[in-house]
């Protein structure tokens, strides 16, 4: 079975940056569309980022578009989140997702596998 872990997340403060790793198992990393999404207490899950199987094609949330970038390394089997200029809002467990069916996607329904997330808190 697939399984993905994250890493990188952390307390930083208003304005700083975190880069997020998602590590993969197995041998079919390049077979998915990765994606990010984020839970804030008492929110849905919120789609962040996506990309494709190949890296060529990246997926944003509107209001996150241009702070954050979602990259892959497929040799590497990782996926990564660099979010820059963080706010206080941007605080949830964020979670690494990866879909085996879909090219692209922003619903957290429609994704297969999914890390145990992990804790970003951005303080003011």
């Known amino acids: 079975q697939v399984q993905l872990v994250e890493s990188g997340g952390g307390l930083v403060q208003a304005g700083g940056s975190l880069r997020l790793s998602c590590a993969v198992s197995?041998?079919?990393?390049?077979?998915?569309?990765m994606g990010w999404f984020r839970q804030a207490p008492g929110k849905e899950r919120e789609f962040v980022a996506a990309?494709?199987?190949?890296?060529?094609?990246?997926y944003y949330a509107d209001s996150l578009k241009g702070r954050f970038t979602i990259s892959r390394d497929n040799a590497k089997n990782t996926v990564y989140l660099q979010m820059n200029s963080l706010k206080p809002e941007d605080t949830a467990v964020y979670y690494c997702?990866?879909?085996?069916?879909?090219?692209?996607?922003?619903?957290?329904?429609?994704?297969?596998?999914w890390g145990q997330g992990t804790q970003v808190t951005v303080s003011s």
């Open positions: 197995g041998r079919t990393f390049s077979s998915y569309l």
């Open positions: 997702a990866a879909s085996r069916f879909l090219a692209r996607s922003a619903n957290y329904k429609e994704y297969n596998y």
């Open positions: 990309i494709s199987r190949s890296g060529t094609s990246t």
